[in-house]
């Protein structure tokens, strides 16, 4: 069994990344941060099916080698592993994770991703961000061909503690909860959805994240049945 835990961007997954080191240790974890998962260009295109066709062709070695794989990367890069692959990741409400990647960008500029170098450039307001196609559609481009239903753990960031003892029930081992934090360290306080209503744009946001709200939706579903399903006996 091989752990595949699918790094969403702004969702938590750095504090999950050292929550699974401390567990599993850094040798068996293969990290995988894979540029351009969320680009249609045409050599971001090329590597993802490089990758895959890498992961095909050393499927054995990654599960006999790796009791984990973190990262970047569009989930269904790791198919290939068949029954051996379990996929976990991290969700968080759309509007919230659109507005942390938004300002995260902005302190920590990603100058090799076109759309973040295109953000500062242009210096983009969160309202032109918002309707870069990449953020319309960010959780069907992640997941690819995996859907809601095969992931065996599905955590979300605003119940960090609560989706860690879920882990933990479902894979029997004792990942620490302490270690959530926020990357938008000088920004945790703010209220992005009372903002987006002040500046009188949170509607169109709202409408422009409709597909990443309904992949959300079903990720918290999953997370409420898989939570009620492993703490009936706890």
């Known amino acids: 069994m091989t752990i595949i835990s699918l790094h969403i961007p702004k969702t938590a ?79 968080r409400d759309p509007i919230e994770r659109l507005c942390s990647h938004y300002f995260y960008w902005l302190r920590v500029p990603d100058l090799k991703n076109t759309q973040c170098k295109d953000l500062i450039e242009l210096g983009m307001s969160i309202q032109e961000f918002s309707h870069f196609e990449t953020q319309k559609h960010f959780y069907k481009r992640i997941l690819g061909r995996v859907q809601i239903d095969d992931f065996t753990f599905i955590g979300l960031t605003e119940y960090y503690k609560e989706s860690i003892h879920l882990f933990n029930k479902i894979f029997n081992l004792q990942l620490e909860d302490s270690d959530h934090d926020n990357s938008n360290h000088t920004t945790t306080q703010i209220d992005y959805k009372a903002q987006l209503k002040e500046g009188g744009i949170y509607e169109e946001i709202k409408e422009l994240q409709e597909e990443n709200q309904w992949i959300y939706d079903q990720a918290r579903k999953r997370f409420e049945l898989l939570f009620n399903t492993f703490s009936s006996g706890s």
């Open 13 to 91: 997954g750095v504090s999950f990344s050292h929550a699974l080191n401390k567990a599993f240790g850094m040798n068996r974890i293969l990290s995988d941060y894979e540029e351009g998962i969320e680009s249609d260009q045409g050599q971001d295109i090329r590597r993802r099916l490089v990758g895959k066709q890498f992961v095909r062709i050393h499927k054995d070695e990654i599960i006999q080698n790796y009791d984990v794989v973190h990262g970047h990367f569009q989930a269904d890069k790791y198919l290939s592993l068949g029954k051996n692959a379990r996929f976990c990741a991290f969700f």
